[in-house]
């Protein structure tokens, strides 16, 4: 290791933690972006509904229209 300047090891600090901070960058994008789509694909038409309602994006009339379409729709399909 006698030949290497300080420019050089400074080099190869900075190489090292870019590795490092991409690596880890990877793994919580990768665990966020898993988690958030698991969510979604496991939410019913039904929940979904009663989410918007509770977050205040529908009305109760434009929910209770709604669900009846659902419940119609799962009657047909029996």
Not at 14 to 31: E, K, R, S
Not at 35 to 52: I, K, T, W, Y
Request: hydrophobic share 45%.
């Amino acid at each position: 290791m006698g030949d290497w300047s300080a420019g050089e090891w400074l080099l190869m600090g900075a190489g090292m933690l870019l590795f490092w901070a991409l690596l880890i960058g990877g793994v919580i994008w990768l665990v966020t972006s898993l988690g958030r789509g698991g969510a979604v694909q496991r939410m019913s038409a039904r929940e979904v509904l009663e989410r918007r309602l509770a977050e205040g994006e529908i009305s109760v009339e434009e929910f209770r229209e709604r669900r009846g379409a659902l419940d119609s729709e799962s009657d047909r399909g029996q």
